[in-house]
């Protein structure tokens, strides 16, 4: 049996080999439905940890809510920019990743953003 931090190198492994789990399995030896059962047990600690760390999702309600058939545009967003500190919004989540948006960012933009993530 392997604890949960096993399991967490077992599934680092997967996610970098780009195979499907079927055959990262296959290759590991590892039983598929036993793969199948801590992956659901690594999320649902990530889930309890990040309700522990206090983190609030952002939730967009309302009328402005994008058609799920419409394309988002955006922007040009510029490949390196040196944010000057207090000029930016910075989220942390969880995972230690970190999104840095300058003041003043269309709202309109930051949100097709989060909800390319979903």
């Avoid at 390196?80 to 995972?95: K, Q, R, S, T």
Wanted: hydrophobic share 35%.
């Amino acid at each position: 049996m392997w604890t949960l931090q096993q399991f967490e190198e077992i599934f680092d492994r997967y996610q970098s080999s780009g195979l499907r789990i079927k055959e990262f399995c296959r290759n590991e030896s590892i039983v598929e439905s036993r793969f199948y059962y801590w992956q659901k047990r690594l999320q649902e600690h990530n889930y309890r940890t990040a309700r522990e760390s206090g983190f609030v999702p952002i939730v967009f309600t309302g009328s402005n809510s994008l058609p799920a058939n419409k394309a988002v545009h955006q922007k040009p967003i510029p490949v390196h920019v040196d944010p000057i500190p207090g000029n930016f919004l910075e989220i942390v989540y969880p995972n230690g990743v970190k999104v840095r948006v300058p003041i003043g960012t269309d709202p309109t933009q930051l949100r097709s953003l989060i909800l390319l993530t979903q």
